[in-house]
């Protein structure tokens, strides 16, 4: 049985004081949450956060790291200095990242081993753009994003990983994908698994769907056979976060 996992993804919002009233709203709701509930804030609220949750059910994500170790990478953040930080979980690939940051597969790649390497549970996101999907070739995109990734990755650290599959034409537009559209990209991305590693790895591993997930939609989202968790944004930043970690409540 795979323990479901629903992440927030904070994004750009949040000062660290607007960070902290933020927990302290949330940690009563999801206390008895019986999901992995984590949430992903920006790196200048790793700290208050990390304060705010200290001994509660709540595990703190970073939305990026950098590959290095250390040294002369002005403005990037280390796994260690996440690790020191209390951080458990990081997202990579994220399609903002992408997209605005210009990351490239390769980027992801390296991110991701090191993410494995110092014991991080990495939160690995792909999707297509409404323009990909339009054209047929959704699967073909998101199973080589998934490819590159991986590569080098063995099949024991696999096991460790958190694909979140986010569609870009349904991130922040209030336009869900259906519960079927994102079953069968979160299937196709297991079966990808599955002839990289075998049925062990592919069992294992955990696939999130991310993009408008609400209160009001998760349910029949996280009913499918192969959508392991979310990755919320705007909702993640609301007393409504609480009710998609208690959805089987
Ligand atoms: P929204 O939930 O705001 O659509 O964002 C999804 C997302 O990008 C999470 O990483």
């Known amino acids: 049985m795979r323990k479901k996992i629903i992440a927030g993804n904070w994004k750009m919002n949040m000062t660290p004081s607007e960070a902290r009233e933020l927990c302290r709203t949330l940690l009563p709701l999801v206390k008895d949450a019986d999901t992995e509930v984590v949430f992903c804030v920006p790196a200048i609220d790793i700290v208050p956060v990390a304060e705010e949750v200290k001994g509660t059910n709540i595990h703190v994500g970073a939305e990026n790291l950098y ?20 951080v458990t ?3 990579m690939g994220h399609s903002e ?11 992801i790649n390296r991110k991701l081993r090191k993410a494995l390497e110092k014991g991080l549970t990495p939160i690995v996101c792909c999707g297509e753009s409404l323009e990909q ?35 870009i034409w349904a991130i922040g537009t209030g336009k869900t994908a259906t519960a079927e559209q994102a079953q069968e ?21 955990r696939i999130q769907y991310g ?20 990755l919320i944004g705007g909702a993640s930043l609301k007393a409504e976060f609480a009710e998609i970690v208690n959805y089987n409540k």
């Open 67 to 86: 590959f290095e170790d250390k040294g002369a990478y002005t403005g990037e953040i280390s796994a260690d200095m996440l690790l020191d930080s209390g």
């Open 89 to 91: 979980h990081v997202i």
């Open 97 to 107: 990242r992408r997209g605005y940051f210009h990351e490239t597969d390769e980027d």
């Open 133 to 167: 999907r339009e054209q047929g070739i959704c699967f073909d995109w998101v199973r080589m994003q998934i490819k590159i990734a991986f590569r080098g990755v063995s099949a024991e650290d696999a096991k460790r990983v958190v694909i979140a599959y986010e569609p």
């Open 185 to 205: 990209v979160c299937k196709a991305i297991r079966d990808c698994i599955r002839e990289l590693y075998g049925d062990d790895t592919a069992e294992a591993i």
């Open 211 to 230: 993009g408008s997930m609400n209160a009001g939609n998760c349910r029949e989202l996280l009913a499918k056979p192969d959508i392991d968790g979310g």
